[in-house]
């Protein structure tokens, strides 16, 4: 999967279309109050203590409620208390999204004046108005529901946009959550300063050679393969990496 300039544009159109489901614009703050208490959206929590612990999985899920909402019309809004694994509670005893990244819609959970109903196959054909999105069921949450009903499949499949960047489904795919995740992320500020920080220690911007970023993985990663998984040590990755970068794996 190549990025080409056509994917560029539709990564630019798929973000704005996700603006207009999640932004009010021109409104004065009693009209936004009025307006999030009709408003149709997914309440996303992000992650607890549970198998999709691993911060891939995490984005994964946020790929997979972004496709939710934006095949469905839903704004998107992040869980106001959690227990998110990447969150220290010393910056944020709330554990939440909102700790550490900007909110994607106009309204935020007590805005929406309404119980959240847990999403499965009824709710979604009840239509409720607000929704749950459990990061930690949401692979149940698309299976199930399809199971149930194969017409259910609709709001997770990938926007037809993006089929005709390659006849390759998981290049699809990848193209999906990046564009998805690639809106999702927003940092704050303060984290932001943190990542500058630690580059200027590591002198990262004095740096002329590529640099290559290994992702070890020590999540659900572990317990995927139906038992414990071998666990690979640090220094076989190191050699591995030093034997691509001396030419010997290309």
């Known amino acids: ?30 009209a936004r109050k009025e307006k999030c208490a009709n408003t ?65 819609a106009s309204c935020l959970e007590p805005d929406l004046k309404s ?8 709710s979604h054909k009840d239509d409720e108005r607000v929704v749950h999105w459990d990061n930690c069921q949401f692979r149940q949450i698309s299976v199930d529901m399809q199971k149930q009903d194969p017409s259910l499949s609709a709001p997770f499949l990938v926007p037809a946009a993006f089929h005709g960047l390659t006849s390759n489904v998981t290049g699809m795919s990848a193209g999906w959550y990046g564009a998805a995740i690639d809106y999702g992320l927003r940092p704050k500020k303060f984290i932001l300063d943190r ?5 200027k220690r590591l002198r990262w911007h004095e740096r002329t050679r590529p640099t290559i970023g290994l992702h070890v993985r020590r999540g659900e990663k572990w317990t995927d393969c139906g038992k414990p998984c071998e666990r690979r040590e640090l220094d076989l990755y190191m050699s591995a990496a030093r034997k691509w970068m001396s030419g010997e794996e290309r």
């Open 40 to 104: 149709r959206a997914v309440v996303v929590s992000v992650g607890g203590y549970c198998k999709q612990k691993g911060f891939g999985g995490n984005m994964w899920g946020v790929g997979e409620v972004l496709k939710y909402a934006y095949n469905t019309k839903r704004m998107v809004v992040f869980a106001e208390k959690e227990q998110w694994v990447y969150v220290d509670e010393r910056d944020c005893p709330s554990q939440s999204w909102g700790c550490y990244f900007e909110p994607l």
């Open 195 to 199: 990542v500058e920080e630690v580059k």
């Open 1 to 30: 999967f190549e990025v080409s300039q056509e994917h560029r544009a539709l990564v630019v159109e798929l973000h704005r279309q996700l603006d207009v489901l999640n932004k009010f614009e021109g409104l004065d703050e009693a």
């Open 115 to 122: 119980r959240k109903v847990a999403l499965t196959a009824k």
